[in-house]
């Protein structure tokens, strides 16, 4: 073992020591732990600061709007009474990464917030195949100028009120705002023209003239109609779960700068949509990574004691996992199971017991567990990552069960514990407790009327019974409603049955 | 790698926010800050206010579930001894155990937040205009003053700091080690008596002297080395023009203290006096208070004996006026000073002493006055008029004066509102 100097000793910190620790830490985390970032770029700032960057979706420039307003009143009075802390660090997943540290962090906080977010979400960004794939890292602080000057431009030249209306209608509709599967690649026009001379050729190799004798179907009237509502709905791209995009794109009567300011906002909800699936992961990936960083500076004799007492106090405090019945309890911690299940990976890896080789025969006493971990914070998202690396031993660990609550009967069901028979089960529905598709009303836009009446219909397929809450309902159909500019409905149908369950309808206001 | 301070960048990012979202709730607020008046005592209204807006205003809904329909499945940590297919009984509570799926859609009934001391003032005091108030602003731009700033190093001989000075200069000879000058006496007092002959032994003595004689001399070099004042030492007074507060007003409380006034009507007179004030300081950068009470005689009292204080005797009017042109002539010149009035009384006064009060009133103290609010307070309505109401009803053309009746503390702030409003003039 190396013993090298401390890197700091006490509370306080200065520029010189983050320079220090992040050199230190960089060290650790590249050469030891084989991670991939983006150049880091650290920023300090005070606690004021922080509110007002957690008021704005945690965003350090973005568009005004009174929603932000409300919620930095909120966070100030919790935080001013004391009834919240701040967070001690923010990361925003660009190139660089910028991370935001509180000036009030003790100098062993900042340690860990830069091994956290510096290395452990920075390396997640770059890597996951998520945010690889739907976010571009070094044009989001980009894009969020542009979104902000639009709209302090739009305020001024067509009022407040009239950008409030959209972007609050927007804003309503912001978890329908993103599109849950790889976006289409646009046909180049020279595929299609290669496509259709393959087609045409086909057809001449394949022309058999005994089709000729066949009687022609009737075409009556109303296959007709049918056949041009298909027409119609193939040339809208419907059904559409991406309500934002449908209506910017189609909505018949929005100005050009409303489209805008809906794309502005879809864009920022499909920015923060990776972040949702894989949350669990995120927290886990940058928890493990400070611990493991934080236990190589102290073996390395780069921290004292006192710092890693700080450290693991704090740390503790972070992995809590109250039980159910806790007054504390608030639903699975993410960074508590993120972080057991990639110490379990890491167990599997390096101590396998036979139970471990009979789930896991393909890691099960590998050794290189940083390769493991780094393949799955690559590949995975929350709920495959459940899927497929949720051991027994942690659901023992844990003692997770799975309880059923069905509105129609005054009683809870456990359904699944840890044992045996119930391990799949469980790990089955803890998947699914992380897949949004199932956690967010599934609504599409069915049907677009852009001739006739000009009615927009809207679809939610229910499962398991599950309808929507009606006061926001309709609250949030007056918004599309006022966006679409014309009549809009709202059907509930059964995603089983098929069988309408509720319709709502809502007009536009003059 | 990089680190970048923004601490200096500017703090209140949310500021455009949150004024957004105050001009959202401007009515709710509109009817807190109504009951604060009503309710709150006086001397509390300037600090800020809890505001508790109900979530329908500022509700931002989206599509949720609702919690009480369908099936829903979590999986939960710390089972004890739960087995599969035990059933458990709901908690009364509604919505089940509470955790995992259910999306937090708008569980908030209230949102409470605080209003800052200024945005509550401001939207207290929100379309109200002091009238008048450009009169006197033109002309106090220009008055600055000087005042002391501290030190400095040089300046004029006239602005030496003596006491600054010495203070160095003493410092400096100790660190120095500047023999002092009554150690020099003594030693050529000894050289004096080591030189007069006294007798025998003459070697000893001038070995004596000679060493004294050394010694003087290398005292002397040392405090012609050491100066007892050197140019460092020299401090002088520093003077910087400060600008004079550029719009400065003064307040003038005049109240009725005969016995007639209880203490109900004097904590309306007493809520308006505080409103006005209030009022006052937001527009000007102070704004100074003096308080008149008056019975037959007047005196300037402190607020406390103002507003507490009791007395009985008549009520003439006038008195209090008198004083008041006495006190504008002696402490607030009219070009420096921004003069306000408000005259809280139950309306009754001598009749020989109306004519007296309304030429006062009239000849000289209006035109001196920015404005003159009279209050007249009362406990019930009733048909009786006054004999100020209806001896000032002569001055209502003035452009500086104003009156009301006020019966209840809930009509002050409609009342205050109603003078000040800024359409005032075009109503």
């Known amino acids: 073992m190396d013993n090298r100097t401390l890197l700091y000793e006490g509370s306080e910190w200065d520029f010189n020591h983050l320079r220090r620790v992040h050199d230190a830490i960089e060290e650790i985390a590249i050469d030891e732990m084989g991670l991939n970032v983006y150049r880091n770029q650290i920023e300090v700032i005070t606690s004021d600061q922080m509110l007002d960057a957690y008021a704005a979706f945690g965003m350090p420039l973005m568009y005004s709007h009174w929603s932000f307003g409300k919620r930095y009143s909120r966070e100030a009075l919790l935080y001013r009474k004391g009834a919240q802390s701040l967070a001690y660090e923010l990361v925003i997943n660009s190139d660089p990464c910028v991370a935001y540290v509180i000036e009030e962090n003790s100098m062993t906080m900042q340690t860990l917030v830069i091994a956290h977010a510096c290395f452990g979400h920075n390396h997640f960004f770059k890597n996951n195949y998520l945010f690889r794939q739907w976010t571009d890292a070094d044009r989001v602080l980009d ?3 542009y979104a902000k000057r639009f709209i302090a431009e739009c305020e001024e030249r067509y009022g407040m009120q009239a950008v409030e209306r959209t972007l609050d209608a927007a804003h309503a509709l912001m978890s329908q705002g993103v599109s849950r599967y790889a976006p289409q690649r646009p046909v180049r026009s020279q595929d299609a023209v290669l496509k259709a001379e393959s087609r045409k050729s086909h057809h001449e190799a394949t022309y058999n003239d005994l089709w000729r004798t066949l009687p022609k179907p009737k075409q009556d009237a109303d296959t007709e109609d049918n056949a041009e509502r298909e027409f119609d709905a193939a040339a809208l791209r419907l059904p559409e779960e991406n309500l934002l995009r449908f209506l910017s794109l189609h909505a018949p009567k929005l100005k050009d700068w409303q489209r805008e300011v809906l794309d502005i906002v879809r864009k920022t909800a499909q920015y923060f949509y990776p972040q949702q699936q894989t949350q669990l992961m995120n927290e886990g990936c940058a928890t493990f990574v400070h ?5 190589r500076l102290h073996q390395t004799g780069q921290v004292n004691e006192a710092a890693m007492l700080e450290f693991l106090h704090m740390h503790t405090a972070v992995v809590t996992q109250p039980d159910f019945d806790d007054k504390r309890f608030r639903g699975l911690n993410p960074y508590a199971l993120g972080f057991a299940m990639m110490k379990d990976i890491q167990r599997i890896c390096q101590s396998p017991e036979p139970e471990d080789e009979a789930w896991f025969p393909e890691i099960a006493g590998r050794g290189d567990f940083m390769g493991v971990l780094r393949d799955a914070w690559a590949d995975f998202r929350d709920e495959s990552f459940v899927l497929q690396f949720l051991s027994p031993h942690l659901i023992r ?9 069905a509105s129609d009967s005054p009683h809870l069901s456990v359904e699944a514990i840890h044992d045996e028979s119930g391990y799949r089960e469980i790990r089955h529905r803890l998947a699914q407790q992380y897949d949004l598709s199932k956690r967010d009303p599934e609504i599409e836009v069915t049907e677009a009327d852009l001739k006739g009446n000009r009615r927009l219909v809207l679809t939610h397929r229910v499962r398991d019974g599950k309808t929507l809450s009606s006061s926001t309902c309709n609250r949030v159909l007056r918004h599309v409603a006022n966006l679409w500019g014309y009549r809009v409905r709202l059907i509930e149908v059964d995603a089983g049955t098929g069988q309408t369950l509720n319709d709502y309808d809502a007009v536009a206001l003059p | 790698m990089q680190v970048i301070d923004r601490r200096q960048n500017p703090k209140s990012k949310s500021l455009g926010n949150r004024q957004r979202f105050l001009r959202r709730i401007k009515s709710q607020i509109r009817k807190t800050v109504k009951d604060a008046i009503e309710n709150r005592s006086v001397s509390d209204l300037d600090s800020g206010e809890k505001v508790s807006v109900t979530a329908n205003e500022i509700g931002e809904p989206t599509f949720g579930f609702d919690a009480a329909q369908g099936s829903r499945n979590y999986v939960i940590p710390g089972n004890h001894d739960y087995r599969r297919g035990d059933r458990i009984r709901k908690p009364s509570g509604g919505s089940g155990s509470g955790s995992g799926g259910s ?17 509550f003032l401001n939207l207290f005091f929100e379309d109200l205009q002091l009238p008048n108030l450009a009169k006197r602003k033109l002309k106090s731009v220009a008055s600055e003053k000087w005042s002391r700033a501290g030190y400095a190093n040089d300046g004029s001989p006239q602005r030496l700091n003596k006491y600054q000075t010495m203070r160095r200069s003493l410092a400096r000879r100790i660190a120095l080690k500047r023999p002092r000058l009554h150690e020099l006496n003594r030693l050529e007092a000894e050289f004096e008596a080591a030189q007069t002959p006294t007798g025998s032994d003459d070697g000893n003595q001038s070995e ?24 460092v030492d020299l401090r002088y007074n520093r003077f910087e023009q400060t600008p004079k507060p550029a719009t400065q007003a003064v307040m003038f409380c005049l109240m009725d203290a005969s016995a007639s006034m209880t203490e109900s ?4 007179a007493k809520r308006f006096f505080i409103l006005l004030h209030l009022f006052l300081n937001r527009h000007y950068r102070s704004v100074e208070l003096v308080f008149i009470r008056h019975t037959y005689t007047a005196a300037e009292v402190d607020e406390e004996t103002f507003f507490h204080g009791r007395e009985t005797g008549g009520t003439v009017v006038s008195s209090a006026l008198e004083v008041m042109l006495r006190i504008i002539r002696e402490r607030y010149p009219v070009q420096d000073w921004n003069i306000y009035a408000a005259q809280a009384s139950d309306g009754h006064n001598f009749d020989h002493d109306m004519p007296r009060t309304i030429e006062l009133l009239q000849r000289e103290i209006l035109d001196l006055c920015q404005y003159y609010a009279y209050i007249e307070v009362g406990e019930e309505e009733s048909s009786y008029v006054s004999a100020l109401w209806s001896g000032y009803a002569q001055l209502e053309s003035h452009p500086h004066f104003a009156r009301a009746t006020v019966l209840d503390p809930t009509e002050i702030y409609p009342v205050f509102h109603k003078l000040f409003a800024s359409n005032r003039q075009a109503s």
């Open chain 2, 103 to 119: 999306p937090d859609g708008d569980g908030e009934d209230a949102f409470v937040f605080m209003l800052s001391r200024d945005e």
């Open chain 2, 265 to 268: 009507l004097k904590d309306l």
């Open chain 1, 143 to 145: 894009d969020l100028a």
């Open chain 1, 397 to 405: 660990k844990m003692r997770l069960f799975a309880v059923r609550d």
């Open chain 1, 291 to 295: 611990y493991q960083i934080m236990n």
């Open chain 2, 208 to 231: 004596e002297a000679k060493r004294l004689a050394r010694l003087i001399e290398e005292t002397r070099e040392r405090m012609r080395a050491v100066p007892f004042l050197d140019p």
